[in-house]
């Protein structure tokens, strides 16, 4: 296995990996970077995910890369769809020729010495170390390994199969089959009327607490009109920016008039499946965006709770039996099968060791620089996308905003950035700010924020964009440090594209 030598790192061929490297590539073609990623496959999270109706939980426009628009007027995507976005934008830019796959990182160290880090990788042929100037994970935020699993009592005692969805199997049909979906968020309001819809005899969502749902028309209008009465380019950038103030007004709303929203999206809500349903299914006790809204195209869910083909229970689960779930109500639940949408499992930075000059640290310890660098730490920065808008919104930001920091490296020759706060910091609010279950549980692993700007991470996406901003690079707070003794600088025309 051929070790590699490059300026630029990046961890993770996904989304936000390809995305990253698709920026680097447009800052300079002639950068020498290459991309691990640990499966067989591009895509990331949507080539994992097959479970089905997989898709998108935020408008795909603002979800696709801003370089490559997304095409057509669908307001969500398919995880097929996105996956081969993905893939066809790789093979555009050039960036599958630069990815290295089946390369699991486990450890990652940097010396001041040889200002490099040294990244070890897991392959099949065994161990491989590579070398960087500058390290960028883009893992997201969840171990693909495994999801969070609740040992639900008597789990052992059912007869049919208990499949989470982060693992479903290619061979399961739902034909026929009486099928009970455990929780409440994205994934199992996408599963209900998907699994209904190809043919379940009966599905049944069990939920804990009831979560916002949001319907959406599938089609987007407005866009279609915009792309009517506009150029191409001017629509497509059109369409983008409003659905961006779009969201972010939603959030923002949700967060100073939390009364109305609630009112708005109940009255939403009832015309499709009536007051009583809503008021006790779909009425969480939390306010909209403390917890991540559920979007569906159209109502589908709804829909599938009208013809009959589904129907929501809200109670806890006392055991499985042998034949289903019989519930702390009293109430029993014949199952052939159960789907266990009970969440991820928070991995911070792919759970990757560091270190710096020999003494390891972990994430937690550590307050991020602009949600993207950790501070003390030279030449790393992690792509955390938004919890309250499109990932690669926020993604994006990042991977512009280290070809900033490399720009600046190149043009007063230093070797490294490291992100210095001028006094202690005071700890703020974790940076991810829901009090989703996912969250809650993975507070410890979080890495800190602060309370003051650069250091806190607001999910903003306008106040992101100036924060972010290149002209900002030198803010005072970034310490650039000059190249080692014997370390050469490599001109442009020295790089070799790996």
């Not at 199992?188 to 209904?196: E, G, Q």
């Amino acid at each position: 296995m051929r070790s590699l030598d490059v300026e630029v790192l990046v961890v993770g061929a996904g989304l936000s990996g390809v995305g990253a490297a698709c920026r680097l590539s447009r800052m300079d073609p002639a950068v020498s970077y290459a991309v691990l990623e640990s499966r067989p496959a591009l895509g990331g999270t949507w080539d994992l995910f097959r479970y089905p109706g997989v898709r998108s939980d935020s408008d795909v426009h603002t979800f696709a890369y801003p370089f490559r628009p997304w095409a057509g007027s669908d307001v969500l995507a398919t995880g097929e769809a996105i996956r081969d976005y993905i893939r066809d934008t790789a093979a555009e830019f050039g960036v599958d020729e630069h990815v290295h796959h089946d390369q699991r990182v486990i450890s990652a160290a940097w010396s001041s010495g040889t200002g490099t880090w040294t990244v070890k990788a897991e392959t099949v042929e065994g161990l491989v170390e590579h070398t960087a100037r500058f390290l960028y994970v883009c893992t997201g935020y969840f171990s693909y390994d495994t999801g969070h699993v609740v040992d639900f009592p008597g789990r052992a005692e059912f007869d049919g199969p208990i499949i989470h969805p982060q693992f479903w199997p290619e061979a399961f049909d739902p034909a026929g089959k009486r099928i009970v979906v455990i929780g409440s968020g994205a994934t199992a309001v996408t599963l209900v009327p998907a699994l209904a819809e190809r043919g379940a005899e009966h599905v049944t969502m069990l939920q804990r607490s009831p979560s916002y749902v949001l319907p959406l028309p599938a089609d987007d209008r407005v866009g279609g009109l915009l792309h009517r009465v506009l150029p191409e380019r001017a629509a497509r950038r059109a369409v983008r920016g409003k659905n961006v103030l779009q969201n972010v007004g939603l959030f923002e709303a949700s967060r100073r008039f939390p009364r109305a929203v609630r009112r708005v999206l109940a009255r939403a809500n009832s015309r499709l499946v009536g007051e009583d349903v809503v008021r006790e299914h779909f009425t969480p006790t939390y306010d909209p965006w403390d917890q991540r809204l559920c979007v569906v195209p159209d109502g589908d869910l709804f829909a599938a709770l009208q013809s009959g083909r589904a129907s929501v229970v809200t109670d806890t689960v006392e055991t499985f039996t042998r034949t289903g779930i019989r519930l702390d109500g009293g109430t029993e639940l014949d199952a052939d099968a159960v789907v266990t949408a009970t969440g991820l499992r928070i991995e911070v930075a792919g759970g990757i060791t560091f270190s710096v000059d020999g003494t390891t640290f972990a994430p937690r310890e550590h307050f991020l620089y602009k949600g993207a660098m950790f501070d003390g730490v030279p030449n790393l920065a992690v792509c955390l996308g938004y919890t309250n808008n499109s990932w690669t919104l926020r993604a994006d930001l990042t991977s512009r905003f280290v070809c900033a920091v490399l720009e600046h490296l190149r043009a007063t020759g230093t070797a490294s950035a490291t992100p210095r706060p001028a006094a202690p910091l005071d700890e703020g609010t974790p940076p991810f700010e829901l009090t989703s279950g996912y969250i809650e549980r993975s507070r410890h692993l979080l890495p800190k924020q602060g309370t003051t700007r650069p250091w806190t991470v607001r999910q903003n996406y306008f106040s992101d964009l100036r924060l972010m901003s290149a002209r900002r690079v030198d803010d005072g707070t970034l310490e650039f440090a000059p190249l080692p003794a014997r370390t050469p600088v490599l001109a442009a025309a020295d790089r070799g594209r790996s």
